[in-house]
């Protein structure tokens, strides 16, 4: 609760919308050459705290408060002129300075200014005789202790609320829902205020020390739900990344499976060509199995050398299961293309991709359609991958992805957006469309400067 002796202290405010504003800037992602950003505000922030009651006499004329009688609608627009200037200011240096969402810095701002509706309270409710002017202290004795009891309360609130909320220099969370209840807690706190002194007159009276210690518990309340909320958020998303975790494992055991299956079946036509040998007389039949036998060996001998070696191992290994499965693969696949991809990356992107590809092609009912083509190349400074497969007719696209069809699309969704995450982190660009009953995954990745390629 702002009390009245701050309306007309220019310099008292300057903790209401500027250093408040600062202790939430501090755990948010910094925009570039944030120093001389935040010096800026701060020299413009001083500037205009103390030109804030002058701002709030305008509003009021404004909006002709000045004009009516006294009654609870005028001060409802007594409230709204003494917390939106408040606000705004906290907003423009927060978002100035740090780099984030509109509303989430809105929502930055809302809790500096209740930061501020904290310290102002306690400061009343521990020295009672400042909050009532005139007294025998001087403007600037008022103000200095105005500050080390600001000072003192935002600390508490950095360390124990400020610095958790965030994740990664941002809020992950939805601030819509608590921005509205926020901003209505803080004009609802003032307007109460405004009522209990100008109109009830219960300053003096042990009922203001109630609505005093009332607001103080409410905002300390309110810090904590957004600090219960950010632990739910991490929590979520930590079960998230559990989720995908072992759905991954789960499907690199199911790509194993395969690869095994195929080996297996493999070995055992080896076994009956050998036996078939041994025990054969006729030149021209050894000789159509010797050939069939050096087909067989030929589909496990590393036939792809694109210049990557995790490429070909990649590849090989999805050519195995293209084999094992029945689809019809076809690859040409320059490796020098995609050297500049770490091979974790290079392997989720692509083993995603190849392994969707699959699981659509076999759902091809005629045999022919069973196909799966990959070309990977370079363009001028660009690493192009492109992915054709059979694709189902009753494919939905939301976001320009397609939607799983499995039962739980928490875990199973994640491919697609993994291959679109993987691409925008190295700045490039992923489509992903259908075109006559074929599904075209299109990969485009901008080559670095620099890259250690033959080609580069």
């Known amino acids: 609760m702002h009390h009245v002796f701050s309306l007309y202290l220019p310099c008292s405010m300057l903790h209401s919308c500027v250093l408040s504003a600062v202790l939430f800037c501090i755990p948010l992602k910094k925009r570039p050459r944030f120093a001389f950003r935040l010096t800026l505000c701060l020299v413009i922030g001083i500037l205009l705290s103390g030109m804030l009651p002058g701002i709030r006499v305008f509003l009021m004329k404004l909006l002709f408060l000045d004009r009516i009688q006294y009654n609870l609608v005028a001060y409802l627009g007594f409230a709204l002129t003494d917390v939106l200037p408040v ?24 809790l500096a200014n209740l930061t501020q509706s904290i310290a102002s309270s306690l400061l009343v409710l521990l020295f009672p005789v400042y909050a009532h002017p005139p007294h025998e202290a001087s403007q600037y004795q008022t103000v200095l202790l105005e500050f080390l009891v600001a000072i003192s309360v935002y600390a508490v609130v950095y360390v124990a609320f400020a610095r958790r909320l965030p994740q990664d220099g941002t809020y992950r969370f939805n601030c819509i829902y608590p921005l509205v209840l926020l901003i209505a807690i803080i004009l609802t706190e003032r307007y109460f205020g405004i009522v209990s002194v ?11 020390v109630f609505l005093l210690i009332h607001d103080l518990v409410l905002n300390v309340i309110f810090l904590l739900a957004q600090n219960l909320r950010s632990n739910a958020s991490k929590f979520s998303a930590d079960l998230e990344i559990q989720s995908r975790v072992q759905a991954l494992q789960q499907k690199e055991y199911r790509i ?39 087909e067989n060996i030929a589909v496990h001998d590393c036939a792809m050398n694109t210049g990557n070696e995790a490429l070909d191992a990649l590849l090989s290994a999805a ?10 693969w076809t690859c040409m696949a320059d490796g020098t293309a995609v050297d500049f991809l770490p091979p974790t990356d290079l392997y989720v992107m692509l083993e995603n991709a190849l392994e969707n590809a699959m699981e659509a092609a076999v759902l091809a009912s005629d045999p022919e359609e069973r196909f799966l083509s990959v070309t990977i190349r370079r ?12 694709c189902p007719a ?20 994640y491919g697609t957006r993994s291959i679109r995450g993987i691409c925008e982190k190295y700045r490039g660009e992923c489509r992903m469309y259908i075109r006559e009953k074929t599904f075209i995954t299109e990969l485009l990745l901008p080559i670095p400067t620099g890259t250690n390629s033959p080609h580069a």
């Open 394 to 413: 009753d494919t939905k696209f939301s976001d320009g992805l397609p939607v799983t069809t499995k039962n739980d699309s928490a875990l199973h969704g």
């Open 319 to 328: 050519w195995l299961r293209c084999e094992h499965r029945g689809i019809r």
């Open 87 to 110: 606000l705004l200011l906290s907003f423009g240096l927060i978002f100035l300075c740090c780099d984030i969402q509109l509303s989430k810095a809105l929502y930055a701002a809302a």
């Open 256 to 294: 194993f499976q395969d690869n095994m299956a195929a080996l297996n079946h493999k070995f055992h036509d080896l076994r009956h060509l050998i036996r078939g040998l041994r025990f054969c007389t006729d030149a021209d039949r050894s000789a159509m199995a010797l050939q069939e036998l050096e």
């Open 198 to 208: 100008q109109m009830l007159k219960i300053q003096q009276s042990p009922a203001f």
């Open 379 to 390: 363009v001028h400074r660009f690493g192009c991958v492109r992915i054709e497969n059979f």
